[in-house]
C-alpha cells in the first residue's frame, strides 16, 4: 500500500530554515509527482509547489517562490522541501501528497501525516 | 490565479439531512475539480475528483457535479462520521483550494 511518512516536528527561530523530509513507499517512486502542502493553525490548505519524481521538474507557487526548494532523493524515495528566511505566518503543518491523474486531472490521492513547524523567536 | 470560493462556510445539519456545498472558481477549470474531507487534527481525505467521480472506497452517499466554473458536493444522507470540514481545489492552473466548509452537527 502506498505510504507517505514526513519527518518529525520542528521549532525555528525566524529567519532560520527548515528542511522536511516524506519517504515514500508502495509504488514506483518516479512514476509520480509530488506535491507539498501547508495548513496555517484554523486555517486552509495552501499548495506550496511541486516535483517531478522522475526528472526533478519543479513548480512553485508565487507566494514561496525563492525561498521553497523542493528536491528528491530517488535511491531512498524520498521528497524533501526545504523553506527559508522563516517567519511567524510560515508556522503551519507542513504536507507531502502524491498526485495521480486520471482525465487529465491531478488529484491528491495519498498524504504524508503531516509535520508541524513552528517558527517563533 | 484562479481563486475559489465555497459557500456556505460553515453548515449545521443534523443526522439523514442532505447537504450540498457549493465551490466555485473565478475562471472556467472544466471538470478539474476535486473534494476533500478533513476531520479534525486529521489528513485531508479525496472524496471526489474530476468533478464527479467516487474516489474508490468512499460512500455512495457523497456525489459531485459541476463543470466550468459552478461545482457542488452533497451527502445525500448525513451520518455521524460525517461531520468534518470540506474543501474543493482546481487542478488546472496548478492548485488552489476553496476557504473550506465546516459541517457540524445541529
Known amino acids: 500500500q502506498v505510504q507517505m511518512v514526513q519527518s518529525g516536528a520542528e521549532v525555528k527561530k525566524p529567519g532560520a530554515s527548515v528542511k522536511v523530509s516524506c519517504k515514500a513507499s508502495?509504488?514506483?517512486?518516479?512514476?509520480?509527482?509530488i506535491s507539498w502542502l501547508r495548513q496555517a493553525p484554523g486555517q486552509g490548505l495552501e499548495w506550496m509547489g511541486w516535483?517531478?519524481?522522475?526528472?526533478?521538474?519543479?513548480r512553485y507557487a508565487q507566494r514561496v517562490q525563492g525561498r521553497v526548494t523542493l528536491t528528491t532523493d530517488t535511491s531512498t524515495t524520498t521528497a524533501y522541501m526545504e523553506l527559508r528566511t522563516l517567519r511567524s505566518d510560515d508556522t503551519a503543518v507542513y504536507y507531502c501528497?502524491?498526485?495521480?491523474?486520471?482525465?487529465?486531472?491531478?488529484?491528491?490521492?495519498?498524504w504524508g501525516q503531516g509535520s508541524p513547524v513552528t517558527v517563533s523567536p | 490565479d484562479i481563486q475559489m470560493t465555497q459557500s456556505p462556510s460553515s453548515l449545521s445539519a443534523s443526522v439523514g439531512d442532505r447537504v450540498t456545498i457549493t465551490c466555485r472558481s473565478s475562471?472556467?477549470?472544466?471538470?478539474?475539480l476535486n473534494w476533500y474531507q478533513q476531520k479534525a487534527g486529521g489528513v485531508p481525505k479525496l472524496l471526489i475528483y474530476?468533478?464527479?467521480r467516487l474516489e474508490s472506497g468512499v460512500p455512495s452517499r457523497f456525489s459531485g457535479s459541476g463543470s466550468g466554473t459552478d461545482f457542488t458536493l452533497t451527502i445525500s444522507s448525513l451520518q455521524p462520521e460525517d461531520f468534518a470540514t470540506y474543501y474543493c481545489?482546481?487542478?488546472?492552473?496548478?492548485?488552489?483550494f476553496g476557504q473550506g466548509t465546516k459541517l457540524e452537527i445541529k
Open positions: 501528497a502524491r498526485e495521480a491523474e486520471v482525465s487529465g486531472v491531478i488529484m491528491f490521492a495519498y
Open positions: 508502495g509504488y514506483i517512486f518516479t512514476n509520480y509527482g
Open positions: 516535483i517531478s519524481a522522475y526528472n526533478g521538474n519543479t
Open positions: 475562471q472556467s477549470i472544466s471538470s478539474s
Open positions: 474530476a468533478a464527479s
Open positions: 481545489q482546481q487542478s488546472s492552473r496548478f492548485h488552489t
